[in-house]
């Protein structure tokens, strides 16, 4: 059994740490925090251990919050951590992990240079192979991953252009709002995200532009690639629907936009209402020559979950790439249909 630490217990901390406790080889050996808040009171009730750095210690203990131990030891304790602080906290935090001589994967908003490689399953699992350090990319560059590696291996991918029109902020981000604006972001070209795909897939070409509405549910994706080759739609939507982490919203079934989606997604009896997989509108993948077209949405805050399930048997060796998703997949219950079963496959045991 993988012994693994979560450091940071946030949106996707969270639920990192119930996505280890649903594998058959890896267990959460505690939950790193640093605020005794409800967040904190909710890992308690999933029975998971809570550690925290000494000096803030005491805050736990006037809020009545019983500490497993320091963050210190969390690391001491697990054969890797997963860190899933705030950017730039991880690169923090590095000098801690490097010191007890414990691996660590890291979150899309830390820099590509602190670790030994940037991590996405579909497109370069392989590279994680013996990585001390690895960083699952962010949710959108995961979702960019996850469609152009298919393309590029079924019919070659000559430029890919993806205006995203991303959330203000998630849910829970009170501080970013309230907000009425629609923003350029960066309203410089390319946005940061395009380079951060060639960390994963350095010889793919690729331009993208940000932007930034008032919404929390999701990312929206619009893309055009153009191909190496002129495939005809129906063969590439059935290309598409092989990847087990690429939903296609059927045609007509009437699911609109991202309110749609995460309606599904709980009536799915998804945990937190959560969409592993890219969603990608089926009406809208669309060729025109041998230009490709296609809308899809990224749930921002549940994509990368499975990403780092497989980053860690990666880094360990413990499953080539299609027994790692696979074991991932089936654990988690990844594979939305119209018809997935309204049972979470994801909270803790008997919760
Ligand atoms: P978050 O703010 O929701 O959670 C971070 C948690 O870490 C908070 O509970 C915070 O209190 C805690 N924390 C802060 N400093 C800490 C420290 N020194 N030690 C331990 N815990 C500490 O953040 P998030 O949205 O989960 O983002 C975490 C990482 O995941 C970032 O790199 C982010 O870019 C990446 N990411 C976020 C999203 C998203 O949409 N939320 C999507 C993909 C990737």
């Known amino acids: 059994m993988l012994r693994v630490g979560i450091n940071g217990y946030g949106t996707i901390g969270k639920r990192v740490a119930d996505a280890v406790r649903a594998q058959p080889d890896m267990t959460v050996v505690g939950v790193g925090k640093t605020s005794p808040d409800y967040v904190a009171e909710r890992a308690r009730a999933l029975e998971y251990d809570l550690y925290a750095p000494a000096e803030r210690a005491e805050r736990f203990d006037t809020a009545g ?106 849910p829970v981000q009170s501080s970013r709002g309230p907000i009425d604006d629609i923003l350029p972001d960066p309203v410089s070209i390319p946005s940061h995200h395009g380079p951060d795909v060639k960390t994963v897939l350095p010889d793919i070409d690729i331009d993208t532009l940000g932007t930034k509405v008032p919404a929390t549910h999701m990312h929206l994706h619009s893309v055009n690639v153009t191909l190496a080759s002129s495939p005809e739609p129906e063969a590439v939507r059935s290309r598409l629907a ?61 994509d990368v979950v499975p990403e780092n399930i ?22 988690l219950g990844v594979g939305l249909t119209l018809d997935s079963a309204s049972r979470p496959r994801y909270a803790a045991d008997g919760q």
């Not at 010191?99 to 908003?109: N, R, Y």
């Not at 001390?132 to 590696?149: A, H």
């Not at 048997?313 to 413990?318: D, I, V």
Request: charged share 30%; with cysteine.
């Open 65 to 170: 919050i019983n500490l497993a131990g320091t963050t210190e030891e969390l690391v001491r304790a697990s054969d890797v951590i997963v860190d899933a602080t705030p950017g730039g906290i991880g690169a923090e935090n590095y000098p801690l992990y490097a010191e007890h001589d414990t691996p660590a994967i890291f979150q899309g908003a830390e820099e590509d240079e602190l670790v030994d490689t940037s991590f996405n399953a579909r497109s370069n699992f392989e590279a994680a192979a013996d990585a001390e350090y690895t960083r699952v990319v962010s949710c959108n560059t995961t979702g960019l991953c996850r469609l152009l590696t298919p393309l590029e291996e079924a019919y070659g991918v000559e430029k890919a252009r993806v205006t995203l029109i991303r959330r203000g902020g998630d």
């Open 242 to 302: 092989e990847e087990s982490r690429l939903f296609l919203i059927p045609e007509g079934v009437g699911v609109d936009g991202a309110g749609a989606l995460k309606e599904l997604a709980h009536d799915a009896g998804r945990p937190r209402g959560d969409l592993w997989e890219n969603c990608v509108w089926e009406e809208s993948i669309a060729v025109e020559d041998s230009d490709l077209y296609c809308f899809q949405g990224i749930h921002q805050e549940s």
């Open 310 to 331: 497989d980053a860690l048997r990666a880094m360990f060796g413990l499953a080539d790439r299609e027994e790692s998703m696979r074991m991932t997949d089936e654990a």
